[in-house]
DNA sequence: CAAAAATAATGAACAGTGTTTATTAAATCA
DNA sequence: TGATTTAATAAACACTGTTCATTATTTTTG
């Protein structure tokens, strides 16, 4: 009785080539460039099978979100490794910031697209690494604030103002806002502005340079 | 010789007629529902007419961020009466992140979306609206480090630090990451999570209770 | 005033988009 | 083999921005 298992497999395999294919095509070319029929020619199918697989384009780019936290999951890995947890907020914040303009497609994906969110919301599916993430830059604030013996701020408040800043500092990045605000913030990365930016929020937060 | 006065008059008639018309979808339906084709039904002209007034969609939409600008500055009218540069910080943030949240829209078109920069970029035009209130911003935060007694810190990089960390709030908030990572913090306004990070970067920035 | 030139407006087409449905082809079951 | 279930698709629907050749309309000129 092999035979149903295989049917299966073969069913995975082919939403696993659709997802695949989505991911080529944003990392080559760019979210604008996804269109559903653009995987099918791709992948040599009708447009119509897609939707055998997966419900909209919404549920599509929800799964594309996903991919876009292993990428920024990967990124992050030798933060872990630094043992100050005030040094470790400063390079979570660095490598957030260098995540979201070196791959501006994958991070709207996660921090600034509605469409995902929608395929969330209708089908109360979970931002379960949007909230990890979150979870761990809380839990490193309540570290820092002790490293840094500052007392009266709550630590869940604190992350929020940090993912805040550095969120927006990405999103004004990657919008042009910060190019035509300040010439010397060429587009893209090793922005002066930014960094200073970064410490800055380092400094005003736990009266510590970085 | 007012032929020609009147000619022109009449041109820059439908052009404002296509504008508010664009206005009024916006306002009324949100972005997504603003189309070339929308505003030419509306005004009961082919697509094409509109073509003849403005380059591409971008340009409307650049026009359009300017008349969100319009609406802020209403808005933020009488934090100017403020005489506290302190007080009046707080409520530049406070206005700020109000309009973001009431006015999607708006607020997607002046600080989150490509498109009416590309018209910016392309023609070179300006982002007045937008480093006019960068510079208040920036001369605020000025008179309030003097007023907070605070020293060693840039006021062009607190101004940023301060446009980002809202900005993020509401960009956050607006796509709906706020709603998913704090429960409590229910959709739209009056979400207290919000609030409690606008004081919070007051206090840290000033090591002043607001 | 009539003919010519300039201007304004449009119909129709191009090249896309997401999505649905009735139909056809293939594989499995009895 | 024939019936039934499953998988894939062609075609259509309702949109999108944009371009261009063609048709009114208006203005200028002889």
Same mark, same amino acid.
């Given at each position: 009785?092999?035979?149903?298992?295989?049917? $299966?497999?073969?069913?995975?395999?082919?939403?696993?080539?659709?997802?695949?294919?989505?991911?080529?095509?944003?990392?080559? $070319?760019?979210?604008?460039?996804?269109?559903?029929? *653009?995987? +099918?020619? $791709?992948?040599?199918?009708?447009? @119509? /099978?897609?939707?055998?697989?997966?419900?909209?384009?919404?549920?599509?780019?929800?799964?594309?979100?996903?991919?876009?936290?292993?990428?920024?999951?990967?990124? #992050?890995?030798?933060?872990?490794?630094? /043992?100050?947890?005030?040094?470790?907020?400063?390079?979570?914040?660095?490598?957030?910031? *260098?995540?979201?303009?070196?791959?501006? !497609?994958?991070?709207?994906?996660?921090? &600034?697209? @509605?469409?995902?969110? &929608?395929?969330?919301?209708?089908?109360?599916?979970?931002?379960?690494?949007? %909230? @990890?993430?979150?979870?761990?830059?809380?839990?490193?604030? *309540?570290? +820092?604030? +002790?490293? +840094?013996?500052?007392?009266?701020?709550?630590?869940? %408040?604190? @992350?929020?103002?940090?993912?805040? /800043?550095?969120?927006?500092?990405?999103?004004?990045?990657? =919008?042009? *806002?910060?190019?035509?605000?300040?010439?010397?913030?060429? =587009?893209? #990365? !090793?922005?002066?502005?930014?960094?200073?930016?970064?410490?800055?929020?380092?400094?005003?937060?736990? &009266?510590?340079?970085?």
């Amino acid at each position: 009785m092999g035979l149903a298992e295989r049917k $299966e497999r073969e069913k995975n395999e082919l939403r696993e080539l659709i997802l695949l294919k989505a991911k080529e095509i944003i990392s080559k $070319e760019g979210q604008d460039k996804l269109s559903i029929r *653009r995987i +099918a020619t $791709e992948i040599e199918y009708s447009p @119509a /099978t897609i939707y055998l697989y997966f419900q909209d384009k919404d549920e599509i780019l929800y799964q594309m979100m996903d991919k876009g936290f292993e990428i920024l999951a990967h990124q #992050m890995q030798d933060v872990y490794l630094e /043992t100050s947890a005030l040094r470790r907020l400063f390079l979570i914040g660095q490598s957030y910031i *260098r995540f979201g303009i070196e791959n501006q !497609d994958w991070y709207t994906l996660m921090f &600034n697209s @509605a469409s995902p969110m &929608n395929h969330i919301e209708r089908c109360k599916s979970e931002w379960g690494h949007g %909230i @990890a993430i979150f979870e761990y830059l809380v839990s490193t604030c *309540r570290e +820092a604030l +002790a490293e +840094a013996k500052r007392t009266g701020i709550d630590e869940r %408040i604190l @992350a929020l103002q940090m993912w805040s /800043t550095v969120h927006g500092l990405v999103s004004l990045s990657n =919008t042009q *806002r910060l190019t035509i605000v300040d010439g010397n913030c060429t =587009t893209g #990365m !090793d922005c002066p502005l930014i960094d200073l930016t970064l410490e800055n929020m380092m400094f005003t937060l736990f &009266n510590h340079k970085i």
